[in-house]
């Protein structure tokens, strides 16, 4: 089993939805979570940066941790077709610099 | 301010030869660490420097290997390549001291070995 389950998709939405991606996890000792969005053949590019549990919002994104249920998820609200690109959830704990990535979701917004 | 660099963007190889990809870290940062990302898959952790060393690894074999220089720039090296060395190679670089040491990517060196 891996450390980080995410759903591949692809994720079909219309423009303006709003969208709900998400990841569980076993490692209870993760502490850091984030929120990466990949365009095809590009670098990943941090989103969101959350420590430990609760909810972060930044302009049209909120993550969420919920460390009791080992689960965590990202919203977009009102989605535009430049959302399309594959989003990757990756996690690390206290003493560790090395991030644990889920696979990705693929994410396309249809105008 | 230039974000993270890396070279060369592509590369073909053939098996059984060895490979060096470069790494410029964004201004500020110390810390280089190297990700190998295969076709539809997250990227996996191979190493991390910071003050010229290797301070973790993941499970890759030693024919990957690295170096960070003064300047915080890096380099990863493998040798005697295999065909399932084909991937994206991603460098992501960040400051050890600050309060969360977020890793911020560079656009990716992608290697094919026939």
């Known amino acids: 089993q891996k450390e980080v389950e995410q759903d591949p998709g692809p994720l079909s939405v219309p423009e303006g939805a709003i969208v709900s991606l998400n990841c569980t996890y076993s490692?209870?000792?993760?502490?850091?979570f984030m929120w990466y969005r990949q365009y095809s053949r590009k670098g990943p590019e941090l989103l969101m940066y959350t420590y430990s549990s609760g909810n972060k919002e930044d302009g049209r994104f909120t993550a969420q941790v919920d460390k009791s249920s080992k689960y965590i998820s990202l919203f977009i609200r009102d989605s535009q077709p430049s959302d399309s690109a594959t989003y990757l959830c990756?996690?690390?704990?206290?003493?560790?610099?090395?991030?644990?990535f889920g696979s990705g979701t693929r994410l396309l917004v249809r105008p | 301010d230039a974000g993270v660099t890396q070279s060369p963007t592509h590369l073909i190889k053939t098996r059984g030869q060895q490979v060096t990809l470069r790494c410029s870290p964004k201004?500020?940062?110390?810390?280089v660490s190297w990700y190998q990302q295969a076709l539809g898959q997250g990227p996996q952790f191979i190493f991390q420097?910071?003050?010229?060393?290797?301070?973790q690894r993941g499970n890759f074999p030693d024919r990957f290997s690295g170096h960070q220089y003064p300047n915080y720039s890096s380099e990863l090296n493998v040798n005697a390549l295999l065909l399932g060395d084909s991937a994206l190679y991603l460098c992501?670089?960040?400051?050890?001291?600050?309060?969360?040491?977020?890793?911020?990517f560079g656009p990716g060196t992608r290697l094919t070995v026939l």
């Open positions: 992501a670089s960040s400051f050890l001291g600050g309060p969360n040491n977020e890793q911020f």
């Open positions: 490692n209870s000792a993760f502490q850091y």
């Open positions: 420097y910071y003050e010229e060393e290797e301070r």
């Open positions: 201004s500020g940062h110390d810390t």
């Open positions: 990756a996690m690390r704990g206290d003493s560790s610099y090395k991030l644990i």
